[in-house]
């Protein structure tokens, strides 16, 4: 069973701070890596891809890979209250046209 | 911007029945997939769809379930009988492709309801 981990949360932070999004993933073959948000009743939202070890940055949000530590992680620059919400982390498997999803990590943003 | 469509938006049925559940990919893609997630729980993965077969799925994807695209434009995904346990929110997504693993978009979901 492949899994992808996430702490549930929920995690808090002020508004104009760094949050901390961490994913880990059970399948070393994996090549692709995906944020999503998720509101509460709505359908997930891509926030990022990312492929390779290092950093992606795209606006206030930057995705960390770590293949060897089978880790991946989202940074949320000047976090917003909007960004309130279940942040996804979803894992493809290897060779196969499958995804994995992770539980969730809650975060709140505090005015 | 395109987006994938789903309907309905909530659907309620009786345990047994069959239900319908319809996607409109976004027009340029070729990678279809429903996904479940049951209240307070994660998405799971049900099934990948590619040229007019099923490319993967699932061990919840059983003879209950089907796929089909029925015409240029709609997917649907289709419960047979349903059970009280199949009650949980299904999208449906989309992607233009899936070598480097492009993302999926996903639909608003359709939520079913099973009394």
């Known amino acids: 069973q492949k899994e992808v981990e996430q702490n549930s949360g929920p995690l808090s932070v002020p508004e104009g701070a760094i949050a901390s999004l961490n994913c880990t993933y059970s399948d070393r073959g994996s090549q692709s890596f995906f944020w999503y948000r998720q509101y509460s009743g709505k359908s997930p939202e891509l926030i990022m891809s990312?492929?390779?070890?290092g950093d992606k940055e795209d606006g206030r949000f930057t995705a960390q890979l770590n293949k060897a530590s089978q880790y991946v992680s989202l940074l949320i620059r000047d976090s917003q209250p909007s960004d309130s919400a279940t942040y996804l982390c979803a894992v493809k498997g290897g060779n196969f046209n499958k995804f994995y999803f992770g539980s969730g990590t809650k975060l709140n943003v505090k005015p | 911007e395109p987006e994938v469509t789903q309907t309905p938006s909530h659907q309620v049925t009786q345990m047994g029945q069959e239900v319908i559940l319809r996607c409109v990919p976004i027009?340029?893609?070729?990678?279809f997939y429903w996904y479940r997630q049951i209240l307070g729980q994660k998405v799971e993965f049900l099934v990948s769809?590619?040229?007019?077969?099923?490319?993967?799925k699932s061990e919840i994807f059983d003879d209950q379930f089907s796929v089909e695209r029925p015409d240029g434009s709609n997917f649907t995904l289709k419960i047979r009988s349903t059970k009280l346990e199949d009650s949980a929110m299904y999208f449906c997504?989309?992607?233009?492709?899936?070598?480097?693993?492009?993302?999926?978009?996903f639909g608003p979901g359709t939520r079913l309801t099973v009394l």
């Open positions: 997504a989309s992607s233009p492709v899936t070598s480097g693993g492009a993302p999926q978009y």
């Open positions: 769809f590619y040229n007019n077969e099923i490319s993967e």
């Open positions: 990312i492929y390779s070890n």
């Open positions: 027009s340029n893609h070729l990678y």
